[in-house]
C-alpha cells in the first residue's frame, strides 16, 4: 500500500457538493482508501482569471494502485462527475491531480509527480499544508513554500461563508 495525495477543484455550479462527489467516488474505487481530507478552501482563479473562483481541497489516499491506474480511476471520476474538457485553463466542473504518490519520482507524457508546478500554486499548497505541513518537497517545506508564495486571495470556505453571513 502506498499513500497517495491528489489535489481537487471546482468552480462550475455546487462547487463544494461536487467534490463531496468526486471524493466519495474515489473512496469507492477498489483499491482506494481515502484516509484525511484537507479544508475546502475558497480560491481566486489562477492562469485564466476571467472566471469564478474556486473550491480546492486536497486529499490522502492509501491504494494498492500502481500511479497509472491511480491517474486513470481520477479520469473515471471526473468523467462521471460529467467534466467536460473545454479550454485548458478554463472553467472546469471537477479536476483531480496526483500531487504525490509515496516517495515516487515520475516523469512520464501524461503522468508527472511530484506534480511540477505544485510548490507555486497557493491553491494547492494551502489544502496540502492542512494535512502534511512539514512534507519537503525539492528541500522546501509545503508550510514554506506556502509562506512564501502569500495566500492573499484565498481562505478556508467557512472563513468566506461567514464573512459573507451565510
Ligand atoms: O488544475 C488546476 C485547475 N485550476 C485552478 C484551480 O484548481 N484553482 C484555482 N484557484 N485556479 C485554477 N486555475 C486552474 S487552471
Given at each position: 500500500?502506498?499513500e497517495a495525495?491528489?489535489?481537487?477543484?471546482?468552480?462550475i455550479?455546487?462547487?463544494?457538493?461536487?467534490l463531496?462527489?468526486?471524493?466519495?467516488?474515489?473512496g469507492r474505487?477498489?483499491?482506494?482508501?481515502?484516509?484525511?481530507?484537507?479544508?475546502y478552501?475558497?480560491?481566486?482563479p489562477?492562469?485564466?482569471?476571467?472566471?469564478?473562483w474556486?473550491?480546492?481541497a486536497?486529499?490522502?489516499?492509501?491504494?494498492?494502485?500502481?500511479?497509472?491506474?491511480l491517474?486513470a480511476?481520477?479520469?473515471?471520476?471526473?468523467?462521471?462527475?460529467?467534466?467536460?474538457?473545454?479550454?485548458?485553463?478554463g472553467?472546469?466542473?471537477?479536476d483531480?491531480?496526483?500531487?504525490?504518490?509515496?516517495?515516487?519520482?515520475i516523469?512520464?507524457p501524461?503522468l508527472?509527480?511530484?506534480?511540477?508546478?505544485m510548490?507555486?500554486r497557493?491553491?494547492?499548497?494551502?489544502?496540502?499544508?492542512?494535512l502534511?505541513?512539514?512534507?519537503?518537497i525539492?528541500?522546501v517545506?509545503v508550510?514554506e513554500a506556502?509562506?512564501?508564495?502569500?495566500?492573499?486571495?484565498?481562505?478556508p470556505?467557512d472563513?468566506?461563508?461567514?464573512?459573507?453571513?451565510?
Open positions: 500500500m502506498v495525495a491528489i489535489a481537487l477543484g471546482s468552480n455550479g455546487d462547487k463544494a457538493g461536487n463531496d462527489r468526486a471524493i466519495a467516488a474515489l474505487v477498489p483499491g482506494v482508501r481515502v484516509t484525511a481530507r484537507s479544508r478552501w475558497r480560491t481566486a489562477w492562469g485564466f482569471t476571467e472566471q469564478d474556486f473550491v480546492n486536497v486529499v490522502t489516499v492509501e491504494t494498492g494502485l500502481d500511479p497509472r491506474a491517474l480511476a481520477c479520469l473515471a471520476v471526473e468523467e462521471k462527475l460529467g467534466r467536460v474538457r473545454d479550454r485548458r485553463w472553467p472546469r466542473l471537477i483531480l491531480d496526483i500531487l504525490l504518490y509515496g516517495e515516487l519520482s516523469d512520464e501524461g508527472a509527480i511530484p506534480h511540477p508546478r510548490m507555486e497557493a491553491f494547492v499548497l494551502a489544502p496540502l499544508a492542512d502534511m505541513p512539514e512534507l519537503r525539492g528541500g517545506a508550510a506556502l509562506a512564501r508564495l502569500g495566500a492573499d486571495d484565498i481562505e470556505i472563513a468566506a461563508l461567514a464573512a459573507a453571513g451565510e
